[in-house]
Structures are given as C-alpha cells and as structure tokens.
C-alpha cells in the first residue's frame, strides 16, 4: 500500500499540474497512510485496502490520461529520430509534459533544439507539442544508463521529475532540477518556471559541431511512440477482423519499469521470440530494451506499438476491455499475455491496478519484490495465477499455450 500510494502520489501531482485532480483520491492517501499503521487490521481487511489502493491508482490514471488528452489532444503514431542535429541543444528528461511545454514555450527563437529522454519519449506523440519544431527527437536509452551517456555531451539536461542518478563530476554543471526532484549542489529550478538558466547552459556548451547519429540498445535508428489508446480503438474494426481470421494470433503487453540488474535482457528476447502474427503493446521505461527493433508489420498494424509512459497502463487497460468486450469474452479469456518488469512504486500502482480488475496469469520479474512474502505470494499465485518470469522460450509457449 504504501509502494502503491507512493505511485497514485506521483501521477496525482502530474494531473494537478495541469489543473486535474480527484477529491476521492486525495481522501485515499490519508486513509491509506492511516491504515498502514493500525496494526488491529486484519490480513484479509489489509488485502481489501491493497485492492483499493489498485482502485484508486486506476481512477488517477484516468484522470491523468484526461488531462493529457484534454491539454494537448489526443496522441498519435509518430516516428522518432535518434539523431542529434548540430548546434546548441537541451536534453528533458523525467515524466512532466507540463515542464517540457513551458521549455518548448520559452526556447522558441532562441536556436536551441530540445530532445526528449526516458519517460518523456511519449510527448512526441502529442500534437500540442509536437506543434513546436524544434522539439527534433530522442537521445538515450534506459535512465540507468544517464551515467554513461550524458558524461560527454555538449548541452545541459533538464529532469522534471524522478529517475535522476548521482550526477558525476565531469557534467553536474549541466544538469538543472524542477519540481518533485533534486540533488545536492545541483541548480534547482524553482516555482516560477524560468527555464533561463538551461537555455544559457545550451548556448554556452553550443552543441555539436555535425549531426551525431545515435541508436538504441538493439542498433535502430529511430524509435516510434503515440499509440494510445484512442489510436489504437479507432482501427478496432480490423484488429478484430485480424483475429477472427485467424493473422493475429496473439496479444503481448511487454512493458513495466526498467533497471540495471542483470537479466533485464530478458525482455529484449522475449520480444525478439514473439510470432510474427502477434502483436506487441508496450509503455513504460521497460520499452528501451526493445523499442529500436523492427518487428515489422501485421494486417497493415505495426507489429509493435508503444502505447506511452507507465501511467498509459490505463489506456491498455481500456483496450483490453474493448477488445474483450467486440469477442464477448472476459479480459483473462483474451489470446492476450502480460509480461511486465517492476522497479519501484509506480509499477507497484500499476500491478495493484491490474489485480484490482481480476486479471490473472501475469508474468512478473526479473525478480519478485522483496515485501512480497512467501505468504503474500502464495495469495497471489492461488488468486490470481501470477508468476515470476523464468527464461523467455518457457514463457513464450506458456502464454501461447494459454489461449488453447
């Protein structure tokens, strides 16, 4: 609960950034916080309170994917280019479209390019800000590899909210903070929003003298983003008629929160083994271990979608209900697998979310969380059949094998 409520925390002061906010949710934090220290409450009074921690992570979801929507309109596919053009530039990285819009706003004319990275991949998507030209594309992989790849580059980096590491000494200068996230000696962009400071750091570094081309973790050039949920049930119509005969076989939603622990390749090949008429629905941070391939496409669909940052479960959620709904089946009836990797509270959010709505059989890993005990684990398996991952060619035939 407290993980979970940690999670809702975070997307609820991403909504309310954009004016968004849920009087029920708010009252939940202080239940919650209020319940996890009763220590007269029994086991299956706490579960109930876990579920409604799922509950209420669903309802801020929603109201976050409205704010999105409602601010910036709804997303749309659009290809990413992974090459830094020449001259100064500002890298952005966290969760906070908001943040990104007002350094959009206030970097106009000013000959500095912005590039996304992490979690803010996504805002590529949305027409509201891709409306601004010199948003140009995406640098990097996984947050834990900033280390590595911000240590020699020309330009100043922006987090707006969490997922900064320890900056190292050869480029803390150019790191700048706001909102939720900060570190010592690190330049803290305040309140007010003025976003000065960075665009100067930009300009003084001056960039690259020629074009850098970069690739992701697997070699591709190019990533692509803005499936959500409103693109991918406006061709329902076939993705359904793709099933019923028979070229699309099966459903996979590859996506959670990324790390550094080793066997986190784990999700790279398991996305390389998916059948060629399946397809794969992704978010989160967990999508940079494999959203540089090119899985090609399936009933004019691309094979593998990026639905958005870990908050768009939501928006997955809603398509599996469609989904389910056009088949007149339940969402576990579904030819549909779900492998996700966990890190840190959002994931929790989300996994509560998805137990909240009685979905079983999901993958989990590369490692069970260390608060999930022998006992609680043993509620999950018998509830809902959930199980950690194990190597990717036995996953692979125990969700196909699950549909038959």
Not at 21 to 33: A, C, M
Not at 73 to 90: C, D, E, Q, R, W
Not at 247 to 253: P, W
Not at 375 to 388: E, F, P, Q, R, S
Request: net charge negative; aromatic share 8%; glycine share 10%.
């Amino acid at each position: 609960m407290i993980y979970g409520l940690k999670g809702i925390s975070a997307y609820g002061h991403q909504a309310r950034e954009l004016g968004y906010y849920s009087d029920t949710v708010d009252d939940f934090y202080i239940q919650g916080l209020a319940a996890v220290t009763d220590d007269q409450l029994t086991v299956e009074e706490l579960i109930q309170l876990a579920m409604k921690t799922g509950t209420m992570a669903l309802e801020i979801m929603q109201k976050l994917d409205e704010a999105n929507t409602t601010v910036y309109g709804n997303p749309s596919p659009h290809a990413v280019p992974m090459t830094l053009k020449a001259g100064p530039f500002i890298i952005v990285s966290g969760h906070d479209f908001h943040d990104l819009e007002m350094l959009l706003a206030q970097s106009q004319g000013t000959g500095v390019n912005i590039y996304t990275h992490g979690e803010m991949l996504p805002g590529h998507g949305y027409e509201g800000l891709k409306k601004y030209p010199h948003l140009k594309g995406n640098f990097g992989t996984a947050w834990q590899n900033q280390q590595k790849e911000f240590a020699n580059m020309p330009a100043p980096v922006l987090f707006t909210t969490n997922c900064l590491m320890p900056p190292k000494a050869s480029y803390a200068d150019r790191v700048f903070t706001t909102e939720m996230v900060s570190y010592p000696e690190i330049v803290h962009i305040g309140d007010e929003k003025d976003f000065s400071p960075v665009i100067e750091k930009a300009l003084e570094l001056g960039g690259y003298k020629e074009d850098q081309h970069f690739t992701g973790i697997n070699g591709g050039h190019e990533v692509t983003t803005g499936f959500g949920h409103g693109t991918i049930l406006s061709v329902a119509d076939k993705v359904v008629e793709a099933v019923k005969a028979g070229d699309i076989r099966h459903f996979f939603l590859v996506g959670g929160c990324d790390g550094a622990r080793p066997g986190r390749n784990y999700f790279t090949d398991f996305v390389k083994q998916t059948p060629k008429d399946s397809i794969v629905l992704t978010l989160a941070c967990g999508k940079y271990r494999f959203n540089d391939l090119d899985l090609g496409t399936i009933g004019g669909l691309p094979r593998l979608m990026d639905m958005g940052q870990c908050n768009d479960a939501y928006g997955a959620i809603q398509v599996a209900v469609a989904l389910a709904n056009a088949f007149g089946c339940g969402v576990n009836d579904l030819p549909l697998s779900m492998v996700l990797s966990w890190y840190e509270q959002k994931a929790v959010c989300i996994l509560l979310t998805l137990l909240h709505l009685g979905i079983k059989n999901i993958l989990l890993g590369p490692t069970l969380p260390a608060f999930i005990s022998p006992n609680v684990l043993k509620i999950l398996v018998d509830t809902y059949n959930i199980g950690a991952v194990t190597t990717p060619e036995a996953d692979m035939a125990r969700c196909l094998g699950m549909q038959s």
